[in-house]
């Protein structure tokens, strides 16, 4: 199953984005064997001001067709590692062959997409800012890529 990352913004390159590369390195040759691929990141961005809406079309076009939809949301579930494992590896184990992950812009992502997803995320209750949670999810995908294969990244 190929993980897409779908977000709103555009991160310039520092040591955020090396961060995020690193983890989604980890994950691609972590998850390889176990049938988990970084399918990419797309950027999206609403040059036009059309505000949450206009970034929910342009998150859902960026979605590969047949994409299973998670979102990151504050209100969303709060998982521990391993259930995040577990969620992905039951989509793989489904036969679903891609996952898009959308992470919104400041404001959030528009409730008719929150409401499509099969599964909104929390990291907590606090807010995070962009960068930081596109690189929390990195993390995750490389953390549960290494449960699932049963290495010692991941200490409970």
Do not use: N
């Amino acid at each position: 199953m190929r993980v897409h990352i779908c977000a709103v913004g555009r991160l310039r390159g520092g040591p955020e984005q090396d961060l995020i590369d690193d983890y989604l390195m980890r994950f691609d040759r972590t998850g390889r064997t176990l049938g988990l691929t970084h399918g990419g990141v797309t950027e999206v961005e609403d040059r036009k001001g059309g505000g949450m809406m206009a970034e929910a079309d342009l998150l859902r076009r960026a979605m590969p067709k047949g994409a299973a939809l998670w979102v990151l949301d504050e209100r969303g579930q709060m998982l521990t590692s391993p259930d995040f494992a577990d969620k992905l590896a039951g989509l793989r184990d489904g036969g679903q062959g891609d996952l898009a992950i959308c992470i919104g812009g400041a404001d959030g992502l528009a409730r008719d997409l929150v409401g499509d997803a099969g599964l909104a995320i929390s990291f907590g209750r606090m807010v995070w800012p962009h960068m930081l949670a596109r690189a929390m999810l990195a993390e995750q995908l490389y953390r549960a890529a290494s449960i699932l294969a049963g290495g010692p990244y991941h200490r409970v």
